[in-house]
């Protein structure tokens, strides 16, 4: 079954030249959701809509986000709902286009959000470098207030919620969400220990839920279309359309929103248009973002959604599909992330802070020729000294890829030591 | 909530189950057992941070490791601290701390009781798989006025930060940088200046925070420590002082939370070096009448003089013109030994002089920088002020006067002069060679801080007791020895032949003391409590 004939819910507007503005938005029935939220709907029965259709968390964990939702404390106390627009993951660039093309989107999201948990107050925590995307999402912002969308009684409901922006400074790690809230409080963004959870403590000390642009994006969806005809797109537990980021060696890099469970071969050889180059061959793919392990071109045969990549070894992750041909180096390649994660690791805790940067070490020396044999096994083992036993996921991110590249490619690795040279034909020239 | 309001949670570590209260953390839990879980970061006056990993636990039922500082106990708990798991963590943990650390151990101070070093023995491999080039840093930099920061050693447990944070609330300290080349550092104009920066080095698991004032100077396996107490101020910190060749060179603090909990002030860590720079009265003096200038008498003569001349002016003139001196700076025992002696002497007249200085700090520091002004109240018989003594012999109602450990014409000036001129007779008892020393018709040398056994109060009315790790310098007693041979010769009982029973003797003179023997004070203190009961704290 191709997909040819799918048509976009959450990329519908954005090829409309005018599709950042908020006449355009509402011109395509935007904001209809927020009314019906706010005036049809209390915030628990958003929330149960939300529950109902399945919808995950698109940043990369896959969490039910009415779940996360519901562990927020009812009632009128102070809580916040904040919005992780620090898209930093390698390979990723979905929730970038959506704020770009389409912020009023992701507001009247975040807005129904900000309803459903009872927060008074949203914050969106958006990438530095995102300097566009910023400035359109702050017009977007108070577009929304001048038109009574955002701020005080909104829609004359009687429902007040301000929204502030907020620009990180260019630290991947503040994508790690009690890392964001730190960063949002004015320190160092440093991941937090868990527990306590945002959702019981969390920004300035009270419960939070943090969630991805792109998920917040799929909100109206559920709140006009219903729960149930949501849940009907996609596969089962694994609902709704998803925004798969294709890079790499393929004809059509970008963002391609599918149901969740498109087969990644019809992702990168119908819809990305195929191999870059004729007589290079697909050698691997990285499915979900550089943080997740590595699929060989013989097990690409896989359905895009979380539990048929978790079942194949790996992740759906930020769905960052990075298409690699039989001209790259894995040796190069895995040096080129542990630099990465070298450079991102916030220093806190030991395994991460000291094991990143010995990764580097060891795939340098590999990379130059100078390595040997007993450091492929060395690799391994430092993945299992640092998974699992640090404050935050940024160690498993770097632990589980280079477990991946040197488990599958591991001829190859090899290769670097014995042959002290490239056994990808021919090395990249770009090194 | 104290623990006995918590309710007990009882769990299995390393197959030995245990109780604790609630909220109990694992590394505490485990320490109650006897086992040690190892850590950096955690310390149980500091907030949480977990993140040196090392305290890492196998917890059944849960997928992977955690850190048992921020675990606490659960019921049914099952804890396994050397399962594969979690010794494949730890050791994990001990190998990448160590890949860019120094393992300078020979040139560092800090070798010898540093914790990298003790559990690198017991907990590490013995070996190291990294063969790369270290990471460099900053060494040997001035942060402050008493510490010195090598940015190679630290293994980044920011216990110095969460202290500058948490305890002083002075924020001088910060981590900088990221990944494997983060530093801790002061914010840019700051330096690590307040004052309790030593206690950084006191947390400090390895040798990254020296103090200017004991770096190079000892090798610490050659230090014993004496548990004694800080004499610096009212609060009395709980301390111990490190002594080679009977010398003090370190101070450090001994935690006890119903005082100082892990912390002193640098004034008080730093006092022992003005001891040492202070010139020493050993011998007794007496001034030659009309011949101008001391002269050295053995102890015993020197007791029958004074008891003769106090008989002869108390004879005279009435025993209510022998008064005395007393001070914070003396121990109950010697406090009340002055008392004795006035009182045998036929006096009353007993001042306190007090020796105030800036402000009582929210944490530790009191302005009263004596460490047993209560127990002069107590056991001291302090009953009037300086500048009433004073009066009093000017008007020639005071003819002799007995100075137990103060320097009244150094601290009273002119006054105190004009008063010393209309005296008969000036007993001065003191340490160390005063103005008030050289003025005296006899002056006896008594023990310093560090030389004796003795005990005092603290502002909050606890008990606690100094300690000697010192040899008494020549012929320097604890002061309640001379000044009881003296009462005695005036009729006084018999002088006691030990600080126990010099204690004894004092306790039985003072009702809230009553019962008191000194194994009940212990190393912890006894708070005095004048409704119930004193009971020893282990």
Known sequence: MSHDAYSPLLLKNIHRADSATLAAYRESGGYRALERALKEMSPEQV??????????????????????????????????????????????????????????????????????????????????????????????????????????????????????????????????????????????????????????????GKPTSVNNVETVANVPLIVEMGSSWYASIGRPKNTGPKLYCVSGHVRRPGVYEFPLGVPLKELVFEHAGGMLRKDRPLKAVVPGGSSVPILPAEKCDVLMDFDSLAAAGTMLGS??????????????????????????????????????????QILDRLERGEGKSSDLDLLLDLSDRIQGNTICPLGDAVAMPVRSYVNVFRDEFQHHVTQKRCLAKPATASR | MADSQREPVTLTIDGRSVTVPAGTNLIEAARTLGIEIPHFCYHRNLSIAGNCRMCLVDIEKVPKNQIACSTSVAPGMVVRTRSEKAVKARQGVMEFLLINHPLDCPICDQAGECVLQDFSYHYGTGGSRFEGEKVHNEKNVDIGPHIVFDGERCIKCTRCIRFCDEVTHTHELALFSRGDHTIIGTFPGSRLDNDYSGCTVDLCPVGALTLKEFRFRQRVWFLENTPSVCAGCGRGCNVDLAINENRIWRMTPRENDAVNR??????????????????????????????????????????????????????????????????????????????????????????????????????????????????????????????????????????ALVVLRE??????????????????????????????????????????????????????????????GLRPYQESDPAWRPLLEIASRLGGSAVPKSFREAFRWTASRVPLFAGIDTPAVGKLGLQLDSTSSPRGEA
């Open chain 2, 407 to 468: 320097d009244p014409l150094a601290d009273f000036g002119e006054e105190a002069k004009v008063a010393r001129g209309a005296l008969d007779f000036l007993l001065t008892l003191d340490w160390r060679v005063t103005p008030t020393v050289n003025a005296s018709d006899l002056a006896l040398p008594v023990s310093a801080y560090g030389e004796m056994d003795g005990s005092i109060v603290n502002f909050e009315g606890r008990l606690q007791l100094l300690r000697p």
């Open chain 1, 47 to 204: 929330l149960e809509e939300v529950k109902a259709s399945g919808l995950r968390g698109r940043g990369g964990a896959g969490f039910p986000t009415g779940m996360k939702w519901s562990f927020m404390p009812k009632g009128e106390g102070e809580k916040y709902l904040v919005l992780n627009a620090d898209e930093s993951e390698p390979g990723t660039f979905k929730d970038r286009l959506l704020m770009e093309r389409d912020p009023h989107l992701v507001l009247e999201g975040f807005l129904i959000g900000c309803y459903a948990v009872g927060c008074r107050h949203g914050y969106i925590y958006i990438r530095g470098e995102f300097v566009h995307a910023h400035r359109v999402l702050l017009k977007a912002v108070e577009d929304a207030r001048a038109a009574g969308l955002a701020g005080k009684n909104i829609l004359g409901s009687g429902f007040d919620c301000e929204i502030t922006l907020y620009r990180g400074a260019g630290a991947y790690i503040c994508g790690e969400e009690t890392a964001l809230l730190e960063s949002l409080e004015g320190k160092r963004g440093m991941p937090r220990l868990k527990p306590p959870f945002p959702a019981q403590v969390g920004l300035y």
């Open chain 1, 319 to 360: 769905a960052g599909v990075i298409v690699m041909d039989d001209s790259v180096c894995m040796v190069d390649a895995l040096l080129n992330l542990a630099r990465f994660y070298a450079h991102e690791s916030c220093g806190q805790c030991t395994p991460c802070r000291e094991g990143c940067g010995w990764y580097v």
């Open chain 2, 262 to 399: 892990s912390w002193m002030c640098d004034e008080g860590r730093l006092s022992f070096l003005r001891y040492q720079q202070t010139e020493r009265l050993g011998r007794a003096r007496a001034e030659a009448t009309g011949a101008g200038g001391a002269r050295e008498i053995p102890p015993e003569p020197a007791w029958e003089m004074a008891a003769a001349t106090l008989g002869e002016i108390a004879r005279k003139h009435g025993g209510g013109t022998i008064a005395g001196i007393t001070s914070g700076h003396a121990t109950l025992e010697e406090q009340a030994a002055l008392s004795e002696l006035i009182a045998r002497a036929g006096g009353s007249r007993i001042a306190l002089p007090v020796h105030e200085r800036g402000e009582d700090d929210a944490l530790l520091i009191r302005k009263d920088k004596t460490a047993n002004a209560a127990g002069a109240r107590l056991a001291g018989g302090a009953n009037c002020s300086m500048e009433e003594l004073l009066s009093a012999v000017r008007t020639g109602q005071v003819r």
